[in-house]
């Protein structure tokens, strides 16, 4: 098993590496990409050094709603956990360090259906907010980040869903998200809040 581990390391070294190394806009050293499901706007997509995006993610650049600098960045030494959908139509950058566990959806960018008389499917995709996720973020199992940010060092709860900016040090969970607690400071411990982040 070691044996194979070896194998299938050089294998994406000599072959894989290099490749995403020309078919990205951007991929740093020893970073890894195992197994996507997709990858679709390859310039539009830059990737920073150590990251490990794992098994069967869905990363997407696509100006579909017309920003022809469409864009999708993620920091160094982040982490994407397995079957993680991130699709950017504008701007979604993810920070340094950032912890994304499996099965998180992030989009800066809505299915259109304001026409009842039109299946979703047929109707324009809509732009919402640019998608900033802080350096050392952590979004839980399940999270959903639509149109809104995350600050540094917040920590979004499992099954959690993002529609408005979380600000830095921060724990928000709920659909929609909401905070819970903050990092005090003065106090150098985290306390609990109500929606807005004011302590209680």
């Not at 994406?12 to 951007?26: K, V």
């Not at 149109?147 to 917040?154: D, L, P």
């Not at 819970?180 to 929606?195: G, M, P, S, V």
């Amino acid at each position: 098993m070691p044996i194979l581990k070896k194998i299938n390391g050089l294998l994406y070294r000599l072959i894989l590496a290099p490749y995403y190394r020309y078919c990205l806009g951007g991929f740093g050293k020893y970073s890894t990409i195992l197994k996507p499901t997709a990858i679709d706007g390859h310039k539009r997509i830059f990737i920073g050094s150590k990251v490990l995006i794992s098994y069967y993610g869905w990363l997407a650049a696509n100006p579909l709603t017309g920003n022809t600098d469409c864009r999708l960045i993620i920091g160094d030494g982040t982490y994407v956990g397995r079957f993680s959908h991130i699709y950017a139509t504008s701007k979604i950058e993810i920070g340094k360090k950032v912890l994304i566990a499996d099965k998180v959806y992030i989009s800066d960018n809505l299915h259109g259906y304001k026409n009842i008389h039109l299946p979703v499917i047929d109707q324009p995709v809509v732009q919402a907010g640019e998608v900033l996720i802080g350096d050392g973020a952590w979004l839980g199992e399940n999270v959903c980040v639509v149109g809104a940010s995350v600050g540094r060092n917040s920590i979004i709860g499992a099954n959690s869903v993002v529609t408005k900016d979380i600000p830095d040090h921060c724990i928000a969970v709920g659909a929609p998200a909401q905070i819970i607690k903050r990092y005090n400071f003065e106090l150098k411990d985290w306390q609990k809040t109500n929606e807005r982040g004011e302590f209680i």
